[in-house]
């Protein structure tokens, strides 16, 4: 089984950027590819899925909200996937989880309960944008 550990969040002001990494690791992964989805939730709100990377080269899915401030990368020889968050917005104050789904689910990244979808998940960091 694929293990996740989320990192990098913490505390900024509005207007300010982060950047989260999701290091994978495990046998499955090693053997086939994974997509690596980012989701945030915020106290007493529901899951919100944020970004999706295929894990196969292809184009990576984002949420509304986010397209134009939200990227992602990899490194693939580290098992990581970055997610570099841009001009943060106190509503998006939330913790942030990745998990994993098979590749094609990605395409299905913002259909109703795609959360539904991931299996593992890490554990989540927590991200605060004050102001």
């Known amino acids: 089984e694929v293990q996740l550990v989320e990192s990098g969040g913490g505390l900024v002001q509005a207007g300010e950027s982060l950047t989260l990494s999701c290091e994978a690791s495990g046998s499955t992964f090693n053997n086939s590819p994974i997509a690596i989805g980012w989701f945030r939730q915020a106290p007493g709100k529901e899951r919100e899925g944020v970004a999706c990377?295929?894990?196969?080269?292809?184009?990576?899915y984002y949420a509304d909200s986010v397209k134009g401030r939200f990227t992602l990368s990899s490194d693939s020889a580290k098992n990581i996937v970055y997610l570099h968050m841009n001009s943060l917005k106190p509503e998006e104050t939330a913790i942030y989880y990745c998990a994993t789904a098979l590749p094609v689910l990605c395409s299905y990244f913002f259909t109703p309960r795609a959360y539904r979808l991931f299996g593992s998940w890490g554990q989540g960091t927590q991200v605060t944008v004050s102001s």
């Open positions: 990377f295929p894990g196969r080269g292809d184009t990576s």
